[in-house]
């Protein structure tokens, strides 16, 4: 089976700190996600990488950034935290259009972050 | 971003009853997924449809790809206390690496 761990459930973090979500992946997959889930707003992506080392900005990069060190793991990163980050943060992962895959994306457990 | 619209936002329905929703766009789709996220968790695959008109099961949940690959809907029959949750559409544009996904859908059972 697909896993995609996230690294904590739950945090809590004070404003203005640094915060790292780390996400990794063992299927091998090209495609790596990070989205932000608020109530009535569905899923909103925040970056993606599709290759090592490679990144994209998805639809509200605003406030964070992402590093992609290894094909496994990808971070996300809160340079400094403010209290309208508050949010779920879902990592994904899939195949990439190369290998003509399902364009399945399958996703960690969730991180609940509080910024206070 | 580009996003799916997808209905109804909300249901509150009894369990045994059927459910239905769907999601439209105004752009043409390759694949179409459904997702469902049980609470505090994320989102599990329910059903992928690859083929304008594909009819797929998945036990009591059916789905279909519209002919005009611009909508697809997910039906539920007589629904389950375990159904809770919230439902997600995605669609996938050929060539894209990202997946387009709808606002979700709660659903809510009462017993």
């Known amino acids: 089976d697909v896993k995609v761990t996230q690294s904590s459930r739950y945090l809590v973090k004070r404003t203005g700190e640094k915060v790292f979500l780390e996400c990794v992946q063992d299927?091998?997959?090209?495609?790596m996600f990070w989205y932000r889930q608020d109530p009535g707003l569905g899923l909103r992506l925040i970056y993606f990488?599709?290759?090592?080392?490679?990144?994209e900005k998805g639809d509200i990069p605003e406030g964070y950034s992402v590093s992609r060190e290894k094909k496994e793991r990808f971070s996300l990163i809160l340079e400094s935290a403010s209290t309208n980050q508050t949010s779920m943060y879902l990592c994904?992962?899939?195949?990439?259009?190369?290998?003509?895959?399902?364009?399945?994306?399958?996703f960690g457990a969730g991180t609940r972050l509080s910024v206070l | 971003g580009q996003q799916l619209n997808q209905s109804p936002q909300s249901m509150f329905i009894q369990e045994g009853e059927d459910v239905s929703m769907n999601c439209t766009s105004s752009?043409?789709?390759?694949?179409w997924l459904w997702y469902k996220q049980d609470p505090g968790e994320g989102p599990v695959l329910l059903i992928a449809?690859?083929?304008?008109?594909e009819l797929t099961s998945n036990g009591r949940l059916t789905a279909q790809f519209g002919i005009t690959r611009k909508d697809s809907f997910l039906n539920i029959s007589a629904s389950i206390p375990s159904d809770v949750g919230i439902y997600f559409c995605?669609?996938?544009?050929?060539?894209?690496?990202?997946?387009?996904f709808g606002q979700g859908t709660r659903l809510t059972i009462n017993p």
């Open positions: 299927m091998d997959h090209e495609n």
């Open positions: 994904a992962s899939s195949f990439g259009i190369q290998k003509a895959a399902k364009n399945i994306q399958y």
């Open positions: 990488s599709y290759d090592v080392k490679m990144k």
């Open positions: 449809l690859y083929k304008a008109g």
């Open positions: 752009s043409i789709f390759n694949t």
């Open positions: 995605a669609g996938h544009i050929q060539g894209a690496q990202k997946l387009v």
